[in-house]
Nanobody
Framework: VQLQASGGGLVQPGGSLRLSCAVSGSTFSLIHMAWHRQAPGKQREFVASITNIGVTVYADSVKGRFTISRDNAKNTAYLQMNSLKPDDTAVYYC????????????WGQGTLVTVSS
């Protein structure tokens, strides 16, 4: 299973970005997806998740600003990030979880998001 994250970049405070995570080597409709992030000098933290049937969960820090979604036809998960703040600066990682096997977890390589003026 391979996860390819993309879409990061430099954005000004208040701006938007959309991250994508393309999944190959797995039946996409049978995996839950999530985004995590790791800021410089900090531990990796949960951002948002979406189950295989579209149920979503968000960290309090991003509620109302970020939206996680998935397109099963394209084997891709997305993270739409609006109203970005400097504190959102981090490397963002996507993660997959097999719905039948909690030990089957895969991570993407990460994409850097920098929020700065």
């Amino acid at each position: 299973v391979q996860l390819q994250a993309s879409g990061g970049g430099l954005v000004q405070p208040g701006g938007s970005l959309r991250l994508s995570c393309a999944v190959s080597g797995s039946t996409f409709s049978l995996i839950h997806m999530a985004w995590h992030r790791q800021a410089p000098g900090k531990q990796r933290e949960f951002v948002a998740s979406i189950t295989n049937i579209g149920v979503t969960v968000y960290a309090d820090s991003v509620k109302g600003r970020f939206t996680i979604s998935r397109d099963n036809a394209k084997n891709t998960a997305y993270l739409q990030m609006n109203s970005l703040k400097p504190d959102d600066t981090a490397v963002y990682y996507c993660r997959s979880l097999n719905i039948y096997n909690g030990d089957e977890v895969y991570w993407g390589q990460g994409t850097l998001v920098t929020v700065s003026s």
